[in-house]
């Protein structure tokens, strides 16, 4: 409990990797949670036990939480629908996010149909 909620931490096998979700019964309001000057210490806190912090947010144009955690960030990737996310919406995240002071660190993208070929000729060109 560090003033956020409680939460528990997932180990997995991979001994790098666990996940950290709020504790069953945990009445947090995820705007309430975002806007708090917990946060930062939370994410003070998840620096020093981890070498790597990565947030799972929703989407950048229909979440506020997800603009509320931008400041605090130092890494962000756009994650795109392979033909169905439009130029316009990228172009959206990317003024969204300048105008907190971040950029995009690199584009992820989502529901890539991968050739019927890839399997003959180099898979890992299109991975």
């Known amino acids: ?63 506020s939480e997800t603009r509320m955690v931008l400041p605090g960030l130092d890494l962000f990737y756009l994650v795109c629908a392979a033909r169905k996310t439009s130029i316009t919406d990228v172009l959206k995240c990317k003024r969204i996010i300048s105008e907190v002071g971040g950029s995009i660190a690199g584009v992820i993208l989502n529901k890539m149909k991968i050739p019927w070929f890839a399997g003959l000729l180099a898979k890992e060109a299109f991975l």
């Not at 705007?31 to 947030?55: C, D, G, P």
């Open 1 to 63: 409990n560090n003033g956020c909620g409680s939460f528990q931490c997932y180990n997995t096998r991979n001994e790098n990797l666990s996940f950290l979700t709020p504790r069953a019964g945990s009445r947090a309001r995820s705007l309430e949670f975002f806007s708090a000057q917990e946060f930062a210490r939370l994410v003070y806190e998840l620096e020093e036990s981890f070498t790597y912090v990565i947030f799972d947010m929703p989407p950048l144009l229909n979440s």
